[in-house]
C-alpha cells in the first residue's frame, strides 16, 4: 500500500529536510566534537580548530545559513512502501531541490563535464543522487547527505591484494589500506572525517555500501562482532597518526570508523573508503500515518 | 596575533612564519580551478589591479543578490592543491602576495612563496558561517557568467578574517612536518615488527 502523497506538502517537508541538512549537525556529530575537543591539549591549533568549528555549527544554527559553502552532492537514500510511485518522488526532490538553490540554502553545484557549464539549479543527470529501496513498511524515510567535493576526492578504492602494503585478502588487509588512505588524506578532506568503508561487491556497490555507512549513527555498533573489532581498532589507531583538524596535527584524526560488506565474486576484493569531512551533514524526514519526524 | 593589511608588500610577507595566526583585512580575490585556468590561459588585463599585492582566496561561495546587492552567505575555503600547477606560474605574472585555501599545497608552491615572496594562509575548511560575517562587503565578480557561482572572481571586502599560516616564504611547511610523522606512524601500523 502506497501512502497517499500531497505532492505541494511533501515538496515542502523535504525543503525543510534540506535546509535541516546544509544548517545543522546531528547531536550525534556535535557531541563526538565537543568530546574530541576535551581531548585536545591547551593552547593547540587542534583545539582552538575543534572550537571554532562548534561555534560555526552554532552560527550556521542560528543564521539558518549553510555550515558550510560546499552543500556538495545531494545524496539521497529514499526507503519507500510498495506501490509508491519514485518517478513522483523523483520530480518532488527535484523542485525541493530548486527551491533551496534559488533561496542560497544551497550552492548551485552542478556542472556539465563536457561543457564545464553550471547548471544553476542544482539538478542533472544523476543530480540529485537518489537511490530508490521498496520496503514493506508503511513509512516512506528519506535519508539526505550533503557531501562535498573535498572529501570525496580523497575517498577511493583499493584492490586486494595490495603488495606495497602487505594487505591480504582478508580483514587485518582492509585494516592496512584504510589507514593508507587516510594518512594519505591528511587534512585534505577538512579533518577530522568520518569513515565509511565498503568491503567487496563490484566497484560500484563497494562504493555504495561504504557511502551507505556514513548514514549510521556514531554511537552504533556494528552487529557483526569482527567488524565492530575492526571499527574500534581502527578508530584508535588512526587517531594515533597525528594528523589532526585540518592537519595541523593533534589527537583527533577521525571521529568514526564504520565498516559494511557486500558479496563479491571470487576474483575481486575491492575495499572502498569513503572519507567524510567534520562538517558531517546528514538528515533524515520519516512520514507515516500523516506523522512527519525530522531526525 | 599579526593583522595582515591589504594590499601588502613583500617585505611584509616575507617577516611571516609557519604558525602565526593573522587576522585580514583589506580587499582580496576569490579564484579556483576555472578561474585559475583562465588566469594562466588568458592572461586577462582587467584582473591586474586586483591582484597586484593582494591575495586569491580558494573559495566558492553561497550568494545572495538583495535589491541588486550581492552578499555572501556561506564562505569557507575548498582544496587548495588543484590549483597546484598553476599557482606559481599565477603568483609571479600579476605579482600576487599570497593564497587563502585549505590543506596546503606542493613543492611547486613552495618555491614560487620562496621566490616571490608570498605566503600560504589556511582557513578552517567547513568555518563558512563565521568566515562569511568576515566578508564585509562584494565589490564586483567577475566571469559570473561563463564560470557559475562557486568558481566566479568575487572581489570582496574582508575584516578579521582569520587564517593560519602553514607555508612560508623560507621553504617552511606544516603541511609537509605533519605527513612526515603520520607517515612514520602509518608504516608502524601496516608494516609491524613482529
Not at chain 1, 502523497?5 to 557531541?31: G, H, K, M, N
Not at chain 1, 565492530?228 to 588512526?238: F, G, Q, S, V
Request: net charge negative; charged share 25%.
Amino acid at each position: 500500500m502506497a501512502i497517499t502523497i500531497d505532492e505541494a506538502t511533501l515538496e515542502s517537508q523535504i525543503y525543510d529536510l534540506i535546509v535541516l541538512a546544509s544548517t545543522d549537525l546531528s547531536p550525534d556529530v556535535v557531541r563526538s566534537i565537543e568530546e574530541a575537543q576535551k581531548h585536545e591539549d591547551d593552547g593547540t591549533p587542534a583545539k582552538s580548530v575543534l572550537g571554532m568549528l562548534l561555534r560555526n555549527v552554532d552560527a550556521a544554527r542560528e543564521n539558518r545559513t549553510p555550515i558550510c559553502q560546499d552543500t556538495g552532492t545531494n545524496i539521497y537514500h529514499v526507503h519507500y512502501p510498495a506501490g509508491q510511485s519514485t518517478l513522483q518522488l523523483r520530480k518532488i526532490i527535484e523542485r525541493a531541490t530548486e527551491r533551496a538553490t534559488e533561496e542560497s540554502i544551497l550552492r548551485p553545484n552542478a556542472v556539465d563535464p563536457v561543457s564545464g557549464k553550471n547548471s544553476g539549479n542544482n539538478l542533472g543527470t544523476e543530480n540529485p543522487f537518489m537511490h530508490f529501496e521498496e520496503w514493506e513498511e508503511e513509512r516512506l524515510k528519506i535519508d539526505l547527505m550533503l557531501k562535498g567535493g573535498g572529501c570525496e576526492n580523497v575517498s577511493g578504492q583499493y584492490k586486494l591484494p595490495d603488495s606495497d602494503l602487505d594487505a591480504g585478502r582478508d580483514l587485518n588487509g582492509v585494516y592496512k589500506v584504510v589507514v593508507d588512505a587516510v594518512n594519505s588524506a591528511q587534512g585534505l578532506g577538512c579533518a577530522p572525517g568520518i569513515i565509511g568503508v565498503g568491503i567487496g561487491g563490484d566497484r560500484a556497490t563497494s562504493h555504495l555500501t561504504a557511502k551507505k555507512q556514513l548514514f549510521r549513527n556514531l554511537d552504533d555498533s556494528n552487529p557483526e562482532p569482527e567488524l565492530a573489532e575492526m571499527e574500534t581498532r581502527l578508530y584508535k589507531d588512526l587517531n594515533s597518526l597525528g594528523i589532526g583538524p585540518m592537519g595541523f596535527g593533534g589527537k583527533t584524526t577521525v571521529l568514526g570508523v564504520k565498516i559494511g560488506t557486500a558479496h563479491r565474486v571470487p576474483a575481486s576484493y575491492f575495499v572502498s573508503i569513503a572519507y567524510m569531512c567534520w562538517a558531517y551533514r546528514r538528515h533524515s524526514l520519516t512520514i507515516e500515518n500523516g506523522e512527519v519526524i525530522y531526525d | 596575533m599579526t593583522e595582515l593589511r591589504l594590499p601588502t608588500s613583500e617585505e611584509v610577507v616575507r617577516k611571516l612564519k609557519v604558525g602565526d595566526e593573522v587576522h585580514i583585512f583589506g580587499t582580496m580575490i576569490t579564484a579556483r580551478d576555472a578561474a585559475h585556468k583562465f588566469l594562466i590561459e588568458e592572461r586577462p588585463d582587467f584582473i591586474r589591479p586586483y591582484l597586484e599585492n593582494s591575495l586569491i582566496y580558494h573559495c566558492g561561495p553561497v550568494v545572495k543578490k538583495k535589491n541588486g546587492t550581492w552578499s555572501f552567505v556561506a564562505a569557507g575555503p575548498t582544496t587548495s592543491i588543484r590549483e597546484e600547477p598553476y599557482e606559481g606560474p599565477v603568483m609571479k605574472e600579476y605579482n600576487v602576495r599570497g593564497v587563502i585555501g585549505k590543506g596546503g599545497m606542493g613543492d611547486k608552491t613552495l618555491e614560487a612563496l620562496h621566490d616571490q615572496g608570498g605566503v600560504y594562509l589556511h582557513a578552517i575548511g567547513g568555518l563558512a558561517s563565521l568566515l562569511a560575517q568576515s566578508v564585509k562587503e562584494v565589490k564586483e565578480v567577475f566571469m559570473l557568467e561563463e564560470f557559475g557561482v562557486p568558481e566566479a572572481m568575487w572581489v570582496i571586502e574582508v575584516e578579521n578574517f582569520p587564517a593560519v599560516v602553514t607555508m612560508d616564504s623560507h621553504r617552511k611547511s606544516i603541511h609537509t612536518e605533519v605527513k612526515s610523522k603520520s607517515t612514520e606512524q602509518a608504516q608502524r601500523l601496516i608494516h609491524p615488527v613482529t
